[in-house]
């Protein structure tokens, strides 16, 4: 039997706060994406769940649709001129125009959905296993799966997720940490600790945690916030990012 060497420890990227902008504290927020100028949100809860449209510099929802009381919502993604919706244990997502938010069509998936995200060429996946799965956007067809693993160890409760620079980032779930997962090895690249966004204070509910994520490609910053939380955090990451060999 070889013994294989363990992977490498990952290092914690900084980063500093550019702005906060106000956040609706009564989303439960389980999908966020940036697209032209416009963050994107998916919340949660059976009654509750919707999907929205903000303006980042106000925090003002400018459209908003609501989602049948048998849904829970989850996480979302743009996919073209398409805004896709999970939803979390019915095992069925929905299609709309960006534009509108007209129901264009509905697709179903087996197992929970949790986060999304896209690569340019799939949809990915996750539902709170160290397992993410990708999809064809057309078809909505299973065509891989990819096991995140820290150290050697599977990372469970994987949650939100965005797509960055060939890296899928990835909230996980009850805790103020976000992952960067090689999306070719699964491995965990680097993290980031962002306990110091929200003071415990201002969480109004044990479910108060940290799970939403949008990337601005223009300015490369990150828009962050979390279930229940009064602010949207804009941030820019400091430290150059850790590659795999």
Not at 25 to 50: C, I, M, N, Q, W
Not at 61 to 67: D, G, Q, S, V, Y
């Amino acid at each position: 039997m070889h013994a294989f060497p363990a992977d490498a420890p990952t290092k914690a990227d900084s980063f500093h706060i550019i702005h906060v902008y106000p956040h609706d504290p009564r989303a439960f927020t389980e999908g966020f994406v940036y697209a032209d100028g416009t963050l994107y949100e998916s919340t949660g809860l059976k009654g509750h769940s919707t999907l929205r449209a903000i303006d980042p510099k106000t925090g003002a929802i400018t459209r908003n649709l609501n989602i049948a009381d048998t849904y829970f919502g989850e996480g979302i993604t743009v996919w073209q001129n398409e805004v896709i919706q999970l939803t979390w244990q019915t095992q069925t997502g929905f299609v709309y125009d960006r534009s509108n938010f007209h129901l264009l069509r509905t697709f179903h998936y087996d197992g929970e959905g949790w986060g999304l995200t896209q690569d340019g060429t799939s949809l990915i996946r996750s539902d709170g296993s160290p397992t993410l799965r990708f999809f064809d956007p057309h078809t909505f067809r299973e065509t891989r799966r990819l096991k995140v693993t820290e150290n050697g160890v599977p990372v469970q409760n994987v949650n939100e997720l965005e797509y960055i620079h060939g890296e899928i980032f990835a909230n996980i779930w009850h805790s103020d940490r976000i992952i960067r997962i090689s999306p070719q090895t699964g491995k965990v690249v680097g993290w980031l600790d962002l306990s110091m966004l929200l003071p415990p204070d201002q969480r109004t509910d044990p479910e108060a945690v940290l799970n939403g994520i949008a990337y601005d490609a223009k300015t490369n910053h990150l828009f962050l916030t979390g279930k229940l939380w009064p602010h949207i955090f804009e941030i820019e990451l400091n430290a150059p990012r850790q590659k795999e060999k």
